[in-house]
């Protein structure tokens, strides 16, 4: 710690060495510090809205987001099924993948239960 300034006092304070730092070492904290941002950050977000209930979904990942999203709409089976959706990913292209895959869900629960509608 040779090319630093000395702070404190000889009554028990904390003594504070401050160095050159190396620019490129600033950069390397600053790219550290972003992908710790992003990683705190939801990859995905998606809300599910019926009626007056509202859920929000987060996921690292886009397969979770897709199964949680999933498991909500098929525990909403019987209710009529008049959702709105609303993703939100980093990649659009996940974004669109999940939106359509859940349109398909819903689609998909919409038949089964017109279909057990006419068997009663």
């Known amino acids: 710690m040779g090319s630093g300034c000395q702070a404190g ?10 160095e050159a730092v190396p620019a490129c070492a ?3 904290n600053r ?13 995905c977000t998606i809300v599910i809205a019926s009626g007056v209930h509202q859920v929000r979904i987060t ?11 999933d498991t ?9 099924l008049n959702v709105v959706l609303r993703v939100e990913c980093r990649d659009s292209a996940a974004g669109q993948r999940i939106t359509s895959y859940l349109v398909d869900v819903a689609a ?13």
């Open 108 to 120: 998909e629960i919409e038949v089964m239960t017109l279909v057990e509608r006419q068997s009663k």
């Open 26 to 28: 600033l950069d390397m």
């Open 59 to 69: 996921g690292s990942t886009e397969r979770s987001a897709a199964n949680a999203a």
């Open 9 to 18: 006092s000889s009554q028990g304070e904390p003594v504070l060495f401050l």
């Open 31 to 43: 790219q550290r510090l972003a992908a710790l941002r992003e990683m705190a950050e939801p990859f």
């Open 72 to 80: 909500i709409l098929r525990r909403l089976e019987g209710t009529g």
